[in-house]
């Protein structure tokens, strides 16, 4: 009996420290981990601008820190694990390589919410969250299509990681919509933040005839090759134009904000979930909810102008969509049907090229 009465006494405790941990909140402690330094003016400055929203919207009722530059495995799992330590409420990774290692410290600390961006697992106490940032990429495709004068576009990849490869594919298939001569090049540099292979990359593909370069990288050095050399570009991640005002064409604007501030927002009102149990699985920002942004069309005739907003506008309305068979792999395996559009599954799962890119693919 004694010992029923301990194990009760110890359900009720654990019981009680998960009401504790969804009972409203006087003040918030939330955590972020960057896979950049906040000044590389693409991927890790959009996510520290979200954060910066997030004292904005809540003032002294949130005490934010972040870690920048952390890599993508056994660092990444000891900056999460100090961070749960030091009392985060929220913990918000903005990497795919953070997914095991957020895996393992959400286990570790079940009263501590995380929050993982652009990956795929999940756990009672662990969300992932990404934006359709492929569908700025395939406007970016229609531009790049309508602008070269080589019929020669090229990419610099970062990692040959599912989210990468399908904005490369979609921004082939937008060019290809509207050039269908249009040949691309892509190069892989293995790095999210290094200005200097970036800017390699970029020089050796507009030597090769290359003349529209897009990229997955984040700092501005590819844009600043490409102006150097008298080409055009698009600016990742946030607008770039600043640094290359005659090459830039657009750019994605990632819009994290307003998911950091509702995600921290249920923590303090108690209401926080995964948000992953809909039937479009945890949250895919979209061009129609602001998340997906893109930055003014500079550099451009205006028909092309005028090309590149009609396909915008429709993919912001949901009649377009990018991935919409027929489409086949590159070896020429059936992928998508005649009119069959991608689920977020197959999105998510994308590991080769499609039919049409004669660029090696990784691995």
């Not at 993919?315 to 005649?338: C, E, M, R, S």
Request: hydrophobic residues 40%; glycine residues 10%.
């Amino acid at each position: 009996m004694k010992l029923l009465r301990l194990l009760a006494v110890g359900l009720l405790m654990t019981i009680g420290a998960f009401a504790h941990a969804d009972e409203p909140k006087d003040k918030v402690k939330v955590g972020f981990v960057y896979v950049g330094p906040t000044g590389d003016h693409g991927w890790t400055y959009r996510h520290d601008i979200g954060r910066q929203q997030v004292e904005e919207a809540f003032g002294d009722r949130v005490e934010t820190k972040f870690v920048e530059s952390v890599g993508e495995g056994p660092d990444a799992e000891r900056v999460m694990r100090a961070m749960a330590l030091q009392g985060m409420d929220i913990i918000f990774a903005t990497s795919f390589g953070y997914m095991d290692p957020m895996i393992n410290v959400a286990k570790e600390f079940p009263n501590t919410k995380f929050e993982h961006a652009t990956g795929y697992k999940t756990a009672p106490n662990m969300a992932n969250y990404g934006l359709r940032l492929y569908q700025a990429r395939h406007v970016q495709g229609v531009i790049a299509g309508l602008m070269t004068k080589t019929d020669k576009i090229c990419y610099i990849g970062a990692f040959p990681i599912p989210e990468v490869i399908r904005e490369i594919n979609t921004f082939y298939l937008g060019a290809k919509s509207m050039n269908p001569k249009v040949d691309i090049d892509v190069v892989w540099v293995n790095t999210w933040y290094d200005p200097g292979k970036e800017s390699d990359a970029a020089k050796a593909l507009l030597s090769q005839g290359c003349d529209i370069l897009a990229q997955h990288t984040d700092s501005p050095s590819p844009m600043q090759a490409a102006e150097g050399l008298g080409k055009h570009g698009f600016g990742q991640a946030s607008d770039q134009i600043v640094f290359a005002p005659k090459a830039q064409l657009t750019a994605t604007i990632d819009n994290w904000g307003p998911y950091y501030i509702e995600k921290v927002r249920q923590v303090l009102e108690g209401t926080w979930t995964t948000g992953c149990d809909g039937p479009d699985g945890c949250y895919f920002g979209h061009m129609n909810d602001g998340s997906v942004q893109m930055a003014p069309f500079t550099n451009m005739p205006d028909d092309v102008r005028a090309k590149a907003q009609e396909v915008k506008d429709a993919i912001t309305a949901g009649t377009y969509f990018g991935f919409t068979g027929p489409i086949n792999k590159q070896d020429g395996t059936p992928w998508l049907a005649d009119g069959e559009v991608a689920t977020r599954k197959q999105l998510d799962s994308m590991m080769f090229y499609v039919e049409g890119i004669d660029s090696r693919f990784p691995g």
